[in-house]
Every structure is written in C-alpha cells, then in structure tokens.
C-alpha cells in the first residue's frame, strides 16, 4: 500500500502558506478558476521550492504557458462568441423590423398591387428567346392583360404591369401571372418570380435566422430572399 511522504505534504503546506492560500477558507474552496495573478504566483513558487539538485526543465516551463495561454484564449474566445451571438441578435431584429411593409422577391406566379398600384417581378429564361410574353389572369381564371417583353437574354428579366384595371386594384384580389418564352421550340411555360408583400417577421434563433411571413406564400427564411422593395 503507497503512503503519503509527510515531506511532500509539509511542501504542499508550505507553497499554499506562500500563496496566501487559506486551506481552511470556504471560499477558497468554492474558487475553481486560476487567473493570470495566481498561475504567476503558483510559477514562482513552484520556482523558488525547486530541488536544487534536480530543477525543472525550461521546456517544463514553457509547457506549462503555453498551456495557461491556450486556456486563456479559449476563454477569451467564448466571450467574444457570447457578445457575437448578442450583436447577431439584435441584427436580426433590426432585419425583421426593416422587411416589415416592403415586398421581397420570391419564386411563384401569385401577386397583387401594391401600394402604387403596380406588380413587379422577374421571369427566369434558360436560354435567350426571340419573344417573352405574360398574362395575367384574375381569380377566376380570367384573362384580364397580356404584356409583351420581346426578344430577351438568358438570366432574369425584369416586368411590371402598371395599367391594371382600377377594380382589381380596389379589391385587392390575387393575379396569377404566367410567363412563355420562345427558345427556338415555340412558345413555352417558363419560372417567375413576384414580389410579394410581407406580413410579419420573426427573430428565431441563431441558426434559424430571420422568418418572414409573405402574403400568398407563407413562412419564408430570409436567407432565401434575393432582393427586396419597399
């Protein structure tokens, strides 16, 4: 059975007397972080109690630094992490708070006038086209206009339908919007995007970001949306 050396114990009393550290404190015992000012003065101690004969190796030294620091940084790491996470919170929030009332661009084919009485989007062509037409059509299924944009460019073509009839504008229905390209096969149905108007905005956490919610189509991560209008 290995017993306690009464003179490795005496050298432990001895280093905590040095330290100021009272064995029968309870609040030293509650302490379960060394600072900087107590691995300083725990170096020097454990400098000044050294075997004469057998001192430590500057690399043990070194060693022991480079430890402290790597756990100091870390520390230090997860408190800048800590007033991030804080500052990206509150970037949320000013996000949510700026979208409220503005329209952001999302992929479909439902709008509704805004506030000027206009519908913005854009058509998405895989390859150029010698003609893009739209049509518009109420809820019914009724065709109401019809917009010419000519011969486009592959990408994202932007429109607008200004002249919609006053009614449609004062009841505030849903236009369906469909959009054809001719690519060299004849005309043919082609993706659209709309600006929709949003409703309301959530923070959520860190990892789910901003969620708008858009008239038409619903829940929404801002992360999602490419442009916006206001």
Not at 5 to 15: G, H, K, N, R, V
Not at 163 to 170: A, L, T
């Amino acid at each position: 059975m290995s017993t306690i050396d009464p003179s490795q114990s005496q050298s432990l009393t001895a280093i905590l007397d040095k330290l100021g550290v009272n064995q029968n404190d309870d609040t030293a015992k509650n302490k379960d972080q060394l600072g900087q000012e107590d691995f300083l003065k725990l170096m020097t101690t454990q400098l000044q109690n050294q075997d004469p004969f057998a001192p430590m190796e500057n690399a043990e030294f070194i060693a022991q630094m480079a430890q402290f620091s790597t756990v100091t940084g870390i520390t230090e790491m997860g408190q800048t992490l800590k007033s991030l996470s804080s500052q990206l919170a509150e970037f949320r929030l000013a996000t949510a708070t700026n979208l409220l009332g503005s329209s952001v661009l999302v992929p479909g084919h439902i709008a509704r006038p805004d506030e000027d009485g206009a519908i913005h989007g854009v058509v998405d062509l895989p390859s150029s086209a010698s003609m893009v037409n739209l049509a518009f059509t109420n809820e019914r299924g009724e065709l109401i206009d019809t917009v010419e944009l000519g011969a486009q460019a592959s990408g994202l073509v932007g429109f607008s339908w200004e002249n919609i009839p006053q009614d449609i504008i004062d009841a505030g229905e849903a236009i369906r919007i469909d959009a054809y390209a001719d690519t060299g096969e004849g005309l043919k149905s082609v993706s659209s995007s709309v600006f929709a108007e949003v409703l309301a905005a959530t923070t959520g956490s860190a990892a789910e970001g901003v969620t708008l919610d858009v008239r038409d189509y619903g829940a929404i991560s801002a992360a999602n949306v490419s442009s916006f209008r206001k």
